[in-house]
C-alpha cells in the first residue's frame, strides 16, 4: 500500500475516506504513514473506529 504523490497533507490519489477501508490495519496504514488526518476524527490516534 504505497502512500501515492502528495499533495499537501493528503494523496493525491488514494483512500481518503473510513468507507474505503477494507479493514483496521488499513485505515492504521493510511493515519499512520499517509497522514491522512480525517480518519481520526476526535484525535485519539485510532483511526475508523467503526472497523478499529
Do not use: H, T, W
Request: proline content about 6%.
Amino acid at each position: 500500500m504505497p502512500c501515492l504523490k502528495q499533495a499537501g497533507s493528503l494523496p493525491v490519489r488514494g483512500k481518503r475516506f473510513c468507507k474505503e477501508m477494507s479493514s483496521c490495519s488499513e485505515a492504521k496504514f493510511y493515519l499512520n504513514k499517509c497522514g491522512v488526518r480525517r480518519l481520526d476524527r476526535d484525535g485519539d490516534g485510532i483511526p475508523c473506529e467503526s472497523i478499529c
